[in-house]
């Protein structure tokens, strides 16, 4: 097979800063080890997150200067709502500024104290946005999704004894919406297959309670399940995401992933009665119910995006480039979530280097030799991000793993680009017995790992 080339050209520019291994050490004290706190400028290849990142086309960019900026009715949001319809098919479309909004209008009517709700596997805000309501975001993630080393084709699937289990427990009065997350993004990128979505709606049916998508990245999805479900080989990505869609009464959406822009979001739905509560508070947060906290200019972006990411040689491509990655890592021994998921590749730290503990933070241990050794942003996802201290006793309780993730940016980077990404994991692995275990010297009470300073353990 010849190689999986990026189907695009390059018709402008944005340089990138090199900086010698002297600047970076300097650069690293003055952020407290901590990759968020380091100027983007001072990054040469940037994995902290593929949202909001990707690089629009030479099309999007026109139709940002033919966006429709009326504050009612503007042309740009009729298109806007074409492009989402097409995907869901869905009666009602309403545009938020990002996923998060969605979430927050979304459960500000659904959730409330006593009430769960369900998911695969929640995103941080999509917990938080539920928590904030007094309600409970419960994870049903399949089993094998839990083994980063057991390689699967669907570890994003829900555990669907787990599901019903679950409702004839807490009651079906108790649980008003289901989710399934598309891809798993809190689970390594890992999809979900058809059959899954399809048996967790024949449960919500015969509870009668709706299921929603958190779709942010349903293309990819959609292209898994055509490269690893049986029967869908020779369905297009459009009919198989329309299929997943078929199967939802609504869906969330940060259109900063699989949209392909800088900002947007949406929600879509079929409930009018739902539909014209959201609508409401909407207006209150948002803006008026066709622009809803974006400009015309975003939601033509949006909506040309929307088509753009169900080309097949994109996908391929974006599928492609990631596991391109996997495989270096692994051929090199690196310990990472197998198989690479979508849209980045999780290293896990306490294979990587089991002499550190987890109360030293690995992850952040090879997050800061990323950075020294090659420029290189990544992001911890482990003791850091989730650890919690004991009330009594004031120990650290660390979660399950300690990973750090490379996330990769749609159509930003190129193969030598990866390449180069390859070389400087590799290097640090040779080196992994000098690596560092760190602590921490300062920490917000909540949500820590943005703000908090570091210092390595000698
Ligand atoms: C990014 C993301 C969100 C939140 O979207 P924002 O646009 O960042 O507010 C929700 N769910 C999943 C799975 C995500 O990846």
């Known amino acids: 097979m010849k190689t999986i080339i990026e189907p695009f ?64 009715g503007s042309k740009s949001f009729y298109r806007f709502e074409a492009a989402v319809r097409k995907i869901t098919g869905d009666k009602f479309i309403i545009p938020t500024h990002q996923g998060r909004a969605a979430e927050k209008i979304l459960f500000s009517i659904l959730g409330g104290e006593g009430k769960y709700i369900p998911n695969n596997t929640h995103f941080d805000t999509t917990r938080a946005n539920i928590e904030f309501t007094g309600a409970e975001a419960v994870d049903l993630l399949n089993e094998i999704g839990k083994h980063p080393e057991q390689r699967a084709d669907f570890k994003g699937n829900m555990d669907l004894d787990a599901l019903e289990n679950f409702i004839q427990e807490k009651g079906v009065d108790n649980i008003p919406v289901v989710m399934i997350t598309i891809t798993n993004n809190s689970g390594g990128g890992q999809p979900v297959s058809m059959q899954n979505i399809r048996e967790t709606k024949e449960i919500c049916d015969k509870y009668k309670i709706p299921l929603f998508l958190d779709a942010c990245r349903f293309a990819e999805n959609a292209y898994f399940i055509k490269k690893r479900e049986e029967g869908y080989q020779d369905k297009s990505v459009l009919e198989i995401c329309q299929e997943m869609f078929s199967y939802a009464d609504g869906a969330t959406m940060s259109a900063k992933k699989d949209a392909l822009v800088n900002i947007g979001g949406f929600l ?89 503990p987890p109360n030293q933070y690995p992850g952040q ?18 003791s850091v991000m989730f650890g919690k201290y004991h009330k009594a006793t004031g120990e650290l309780i660390s979660p399950p793993m300690e990973l750090v993730r490379m996330a990769i940016p749609r159509r930003v980077y190129t193969q030598s680009h990866i390449d180069y990404v390859a070389e400087v994991l590799i290097e640090v692995f040779k080196n992994k017995d000098k690596l560092k275990g760190y602590k921490i010297t300062y920490e917000a009470p909540m949500l820590r790992h943005f703000t908090a300073k570091f210092e390595p353990i000698n």
């Open 9 to 72: 050209r390059i018709k402008s520019v944005e340089p990138i800063r090199f900086t010698t291994r002297d600047e970076r050490e300097k650069i690293l004290v003055e952020a407290g080890y901590n990759p968020f706190l380091i100027h983007a400028d001072d990054v040469l290849i940037d994995l902290l997150t593929d949202s909001g990142t990707s690089a629009m086309s030479s099309k999007q960019w026109a139709g940002v200067m033919d966006g429709d900026e009326s504050y009612a």
């Open 268 to 356: 879509s739905l079929n409930d009018e009665e739902l539909a014209m509560k959201c609508r409401n508070l909407l207006i209150v947060t948002e803006g008026f119910p066709t622009y809803g906290g974006l400009a015309g200019r975003d939601l033509e972006a949006v909506a040309q995006g929307l088509e753009e990411v169900v080309d097949e040689h994109y996908l391929e491509y974006r599928i492609r480039s990631t596991e391109y990655l996997g495989e270096k890592m692994l051929n090199a021994g690196i310990p990472i979530i197998e198989p690479p998921g979508g849209h980045a590749i999780y290293i896990d730290a306490k294979r990587f280097i089991p002499q550190i």
């Open 365 to 382: 241990s090879i997050v800061c030799e990323l950075y020294l050794e090659g420029g290189i942003r990544s992001v911890e996802i482990g």
